[in-house]
């Protein structure tokens, strides 16, 4: 399935150290884009891919979990850090600034633009895709997994493509 999706990106983690996405090459990558505002879907997905993460096991080594917001304004390195570590330490946050998180959205794809909520932090909200993307080892889209997927699927298909994977190697 081409969905016209790549993986490229210059960012910041939330470690503060700049990473492009040629650092993760022999990896997996798997990308998941949101807000730490986010009240519902970014939990949720986050929980779930946990979840999913845990019950790959030994295989979820072959995994990168990355997190990049679509709010960098808010979402600073120390803010993501803070967030992920206290809920969801096996995601790595990335950031940057407004033209690198436009870029890294461009290439994936991805949906996101403020809306004003008076009902929300700082007067705005942040609809964005929710779908999961696995880019492989070569930086080349793999796959992806729509929010509503259950855990039992999404393994299912991970470990058919990370199987195949370590019979390549
Ligand atoms: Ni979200």
Redesign the pocket.
Known sequence: MNVGVSSNFSLTNHLGQTVEDSDYRGSFMLVYF??TH?RV??PR?LSKLSTVLDQLGEQSKLLEPLYITVDPQRDTPDVMRTYLEANYPRFMGLTGTQQQVEAVKQSFRVFASRKTDSNEPDGYTMP?T?IAYLIGPNGEYRTHFADNLDVEVIVARLKVILDQNQVDS
């Open positions: 949101g807000f986010c879907v970014c997905a964005h929710a």
